[in-house]
């Protein structure tokens, strides 16, 4: 038997997982965006919480159509009907179940059938993981990694581009603007090691 507390538990998932790639794409009400959804939050998180001992138990503490669905009302249809619903969602120790973290959290659901409650507590689940174990998310790898990123060029490079980039006054020449923007930089030393050879092969 482990003898980790709950909370050294949830840090120990904490340092196998940090990222959740957001994998839904939502419209609609004029908005677009991505979204984590309930079964990519455990997907990414299942092996940690099984191997450090960690159960989720979500308990429903208050539910209420707010609005129910009335296909004959006037003067409008009502075709989805909008769920309320308060969850506890405990993060349990396997080997002392009466040890636990809890996150509260209030869901709320459209479903133009009878799945409304079912999707207000998954809403709430996915939102307890993510706020429990601080989980990062985005929508792109790359760009992600990109910010970890901390490698500038250093000075030498620096005159290098310089050189080639910039007239006798320091500013950009019309090359220098049009690869500054193909780049994303304002400034040379904002550049990134692993950009520079390419930069410098455009600006030869």
Do not use: W
């Amino acid at each position: 038997m482990s003898e980790l507390n709950i909370y050294q538990r949830i840090n120990a998932v904490m340092k196998d997982v940090d990222y959740v790639k957001k994998d839904k794409a939502v419209s609609g009400g004029g908005a677009n965006y991505k979204a984590v959804t309930h079964d990519q939050a455990v997907a990414v998180i299942r092996s940690a919480l099984v191997k450090h001992g960690i159960v989720i138990q979500p308990v429903q503490k208050h539910g209420e159509f707010l609005q129910m669905r009335d296909l004959n009302a006037q003067p409008v249809a009502i075709k989805m009907g909008l769920y309320s619903g308060s969850y506890d969602v405990h993060f349990v120790n396997m080997d002392k179940p009466d040890e636990r973290s809890t996150v509260s959290v209030e869901a709320h659901a459209n479903d133009n059938g009878d799945k409304a409650p079912g999707k207000a507590m998954t809403y709430a689940v996915k939102t307890a993981i993510l706020k429990q174990f601080t989980l990062e998310t985005g929508e792109d790898d790359e760009s992600r990694n990109e910010s970890f990123d901390v490698n500038y060029i250093n000075e030498d490079q620096q005159r290098q581009l310089y050189n080639l980039l910039c007239d006798g006054n320091g500013n950009y020449t019309q090359k220098g603007i049009k690869i500054s923007q193909a780049y994303r930089f304002a400034n040379l030393h904002e550049i990134k090691v692993k950009k520079f050879d390419q930069i410098l092969e455009a600006a030869s």
